[in-house]
């Protein structure tokens, strides 16, 4: 059974930063990748940023304002968002793809930038 908990989610004013958490818990021998989506109202569940053993890629839409941290000892990801515009409001969700390609989800924590 493996577990993501998220958190750090909560309002915040335009320009503003918030801190996500996710850490996964559980039996598996390997984290391939440690990946952030956000799902608005209304729209489709988007790519965020993914952290990987090469590297990390970021949507254009993020790109110089959100950071993923992961840390391997702890099985966690963070996404520390800087400068954040309405249009970021979302549910954000931490996904992970372990051992052979299982792939787990954490219930999302709400984000929402509003004045």
Known sequence: QVQL???GG????????LRLSC???GSFFRINS?????????????????GISGGTNYADSVKGRFTLARDNAK??????????????T????CT????FGQRYWGKG???????
Do not use: C, H
């Open 5 to 7: 908990v998220e958190s």
């Open 10 to 17: 909560g309002l915040v004013q335009p320009g503003g930063s």
């Open 23 to 25: 850490t996964a818990s």
């Open 34 to 50: 440690m990946v952030w989506f956000r799902q608005a109202p209304g729209k489709e569940r988007e790519l965020v940023a993914i």
């Open 75 to 88: 099985n966690t990801v963070d996404l520390q968002m800087n400068s954040l515009k309405p249009e970021d």
């Open 90 to 93: 979302a549910v954000y969700y």
């Open 96 to 99: 992970i793809n372990i051992n």
């Open 109 to 115: 924590t709400l984000v929402t930038v509003s004045s």
